[in-house]
């Protein structure tokens, strides 16, 4: 689902300040049959973490480059699709979605 790489991301506060986050991608041996039906696991790399909730993100502020058909190298795949839709009853990918992976990193809900 994502190739090895490196992106930059940068977000500006309110008050100015500017935020610069580098995001690594490395090539890991992952069954692919394994991976396909982890929930959660959006970037499709074997399991959850919090890329998967930031590409959630990145995927619905920004679909013509991170959507399902999306420009970027790492854009979300089809199978990363149904991997991410985890919270809300099957309604699709939702920032809802991306919650719910925060949620059960920080040991908030199971």
């Given at each position: 689902c994502l190739k090895a790489g490196t992106t930059t991301l940068t977000a500006k506060s309110s008050d100015g300040q500017r935020f610069e986050v580098e995001i690594i991608?490395?090539?890991?041996?992952?069954?692919?049959?394994?991976?396909?039906?982890?929930?959660?696991?959006?970037?499709?790399?074997?399991?959850?973490?919090?890329?998967?909730?930031?590409?959630?993100?990145?995927?619905?502020?920004?679909?013509?480059?991170?959507?399902?058909?999306?420009?970027?190298?790492?854009?979300?795949?089809?199978?990363?699709?149904?991997?991410a839709d985890i919270s809300g009853d099957n309604d699709g990918v939702t920032a809802g979605d991306a919650l719910a992976i925060q949620r059960k990193l920080l040991g908030l809900d199971d």
């Open positions: 991608v490395k090539t890991v041996e992952v069954d692919p049959i394994a991976s396909k039906a982890i929930k959660g696991d959006a970037n499709c790399d074997g399991h959850v973490d919090m890329a998967d909730a930031v590409l959630i993100m990145q995927a619905l502020a920004n679909p013509d480059r991170f959507g399902e058909n999306g420009t970027n190298e790492n854009h979300i795949t089809e199978q990363g699709m149904k991997n």
